[in-house]
């Protein structure tokens, strides 16, 4: 297996670039993995990779985990990783195709369902630009994503037969505040 020797870790919390940077120097000082401080938006994203990729350089993977308006990050992508790791919000369910508003300044709040896109509105907009999903983790908070030409090597999963919630909460409970967090507003593809 190829190692990594070039990497980008971007975060807007200056205490995680500051602990990120340590562990790099620590434990990769021959590797290339930069970090950068910044927020992340929908119109900063391609910049802020091209500043240290160039647009014929391939990407291994690439994880789009904002807190938010993840949808909108990847929506605008430009880069064409083998992999993309996307958070989602699990509180949609499996049949919501939707997503909160962009909002460049969004903040999550910590405990707060609003937030996020559902899973079958990023597994549509991943086939839209030749993406295939392969796998969901068990917190049910990440999808993985294949690009098209290395589909043939995976499973390629259904995201309605394969969503799943996590196990701490009741069907009843999870049915009662996505009926609540369905009421909020949001943009439905």
């Known amino acids: 297996m190829k190692k990594a020797n070039k990497g980008l870790f971007v975060d807007a919390s200056n ?3 500051l602990i990120f940077k340590n562990i790099i120097k620590f434990f990769f000082k021959k590797r290339k993995i930069f970090v950068k401080n910044s927020f992340i938006t929908k119109d900063n994203i391609n910049k802020i990779i091209s500043e240290y990729f160039s647009n014929d350089e391939e990407i291994d993977f690439i994880s789009i985990d904002v807190d938010g308006v993840d949808y909108y990050i990847f929506e605008n992508l430009k880069f064409r990783p083998k992999i993309i790791c996307i958070e989602y919000n699990f509180w949609f369910g499996k049949d919501a195709k939707c997503s909160i508003p962009y909002s460049e300044n969004f903040k999550w709040e910590i405990g707060s369902i609003y937030s996020g896109a559902s899973l079958n509105a990023i597994c549509s907009l991943a086939l ?16 993985f994503f294949i690009r098209g030409d290395l589909k043939n090597q995976f499973k390629i999963l259904d995201p309605s037969k394969n969503f799943k919630t996590p196990l701490r909460y009741t069907e009843n409970y999870m049915e009662e505040l996505k009926g609540k967090l369905l009421k909020k507003d949001l943009v439905y593809f």
Request: glycine share 0%; net charge negative; no cysteine.
């Open 15 to 17: 205490e995680k670039v």
């Open 128 to 143: 839209s630009k030749d993406y295939y999903l392969v796998a969901l983790e068990s917190s049910s908070v990440n999808a």
